[in-house]
């Protein structure tokens, strides 16, 4: 099955989501969980031959059932700098989630040390708003 990313934006619409964690210096993230384990694997080469970059699938099984496998993708920070602007324009249910993202993306620094403004203040910010966001779209 080819992938494209316009599946890729369905299947995050419906399975993924968006995260920036404070604690971790307000650095996003993309998850995408299922039990498919193939169209998870699709989805992670997909993403590595555009970026290069090499993700990682994290594997959980559910504790009650026993049997239960999911799979999860994270897609870090750097990977988003590439593939957001491409993807955000395709969601639906997660648009508002990925531009906020995408907000946290333009005010971190890709370089650190001295000269290079951090905008902590900004992007925690926006990591609220995101949490916001995310509250919201489990109601509607």
């Keep these: 099955m080819g992938i494209s990313l316009e599946y890729i934006a369905g299947f995050i619409d419906g399975e993924g989501y968006f995260y920036a964690d404070t604690k971790l210096r307000c650095s996003p993230h993309l998850g995408i969980s299922n039990t498919n384990k193939k169209i998870i694997y699709e ?21 009650q059932s026993h049997h239960s496998v ?10 988003l700098r590439i593939m957001l602007k491409d993807l955000a324009p395709l969601l ?5 989630q990925a531009d906020i993202v995408q907000q946290i993306l333009d005010a971190t620094p890709t370089v650190s040390g001295p000269g290079h403004t951090s905008n902590f203040k900004e992007r925690t910010m926006l990591t ?13």
């Design 43 to 63: 989805i992670k080469e997909f993403f590595e031959s555009i970026t290069g970059i090499r993700l990682r699938i994290r594997i959980d099984i559910n504790r």
């Design 70 to 79: 999911c799979y999860y993708l994270i897609v870090g920070a750097r990977t």
């Design 92 to 96: 639906h249910i997660k648009r508002e």
């Design 128 to 140: 609220r708003l995101l949490r916001q966001a995310n509250v919201r779209g489990h109601k509607e």
